[in-house]
């Protein structure tokens, strides 16, 4: 039986700018101190061609 994970994956999206349609896909820690916490990365913007914060947002549930 394969070890269970502790980790989610989190969708990050633009703080300001949500037009630009880029996202990233990171996981983040279920135990410990920094699951109260909200993700907020400095991250590099593709469309924008220059690096934005990006914050956390749940994924988007899964279809059948």
């Not at 996981?27 to 469309?47: F, I, S, W």
Request: cysteine-free; glycine content about 4%.
């Amino acid at each position: 039986m394969a070890k269970k994970t502790s980790f989610a994956l989190k969708q990050l999206v633009p703080e300001e700018n949500s037009k630009t349609g880029t996202k990233y896909i990171v996981r983040k820690p279920t135990k410990g101190l920094k699951v109260a916490e909200k993700l907020r990365m400095k991250k590099y913007d593709p469309v924008l061609k220059k690096h934005v914060w990006f914050v956390e947002k749940k994924m988007p549930p899964h279809s059948k």
